[in-house]
């Protein structure tokens, strides 16, 4: 269920690199239980946006509250504690762990009052909630890449987020792995999550996202449903690189 309440707002959210202004003045509220799609050139600040919100990257000026506390600046650990987390376009497993420790490391990351066989059981129920229970002692260069993932979702799951951050995660799947993703998608958010999706594949962008914002060169350029921001004639140019 979509609510008007913000779960996320931000307010003038700017990120300079050397040279490159990655991140101009975005102003966005992420509304609690919805899926918004972030769309985008290369190069037009979708991964800063994760960055800067999963405090992965300290932000260069504005403010930032999520459910109503001012987190503006706050680093990634306080960011995963409010509830917080994301995936990486290139997954990020830690590659001397089994698949099942890599997942039972965040549930006990992400609560300090879970032992380790209780952190092992909640991980246990997301690589089952992911399909990933078969190989769950595998490590994780031995996965093919939509296990790899999945792995990812996996873990960001095991934080127990109330704001997941998706970073394609459908890039590079098969079209029969893509529906599977999508499905994915569809439970995450039917368990409470809201889901800012950073994704090329349109069908899924169609398929999944209530809204979506448009950025390009870190500015946001256009924000509505899918199918009308994506005639919206300035997304189009940016698209075309004009
Ligand atoms: P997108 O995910 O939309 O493809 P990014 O957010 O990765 O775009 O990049 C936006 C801009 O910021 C690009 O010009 C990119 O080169 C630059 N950028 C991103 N991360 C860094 C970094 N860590 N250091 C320097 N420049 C960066
Ligand atoms: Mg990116």
Redesign the pocket.
Known sequence: VVTSRPLLEVRGLSKA??G?Q?LDKVNLQVRQGEILGLL?P???????FINVVSGHYPLSAGELVFDGQVLTGAPAHRMAQAGIARTYQIPRPFKHMTVLENVSMVAMFGCASLDAQAATREAWKWLEFTGLQDRANALPDDLNLHQRKFLELARALAARPRLVLLDEVLSGLTPGEINEAIELIRRIRDQGATIVFVEHVMRAVMALTDRIVV?NHGKLIAQGQATEVMQDSEVVSAYLGR
Do not use: E, P
Request: net charge positive; glycine share 24%.
């Open positions: 690199f050397k490159v990655a985008g290369n190069g037009s600040g979708k991964s800063t950025l």
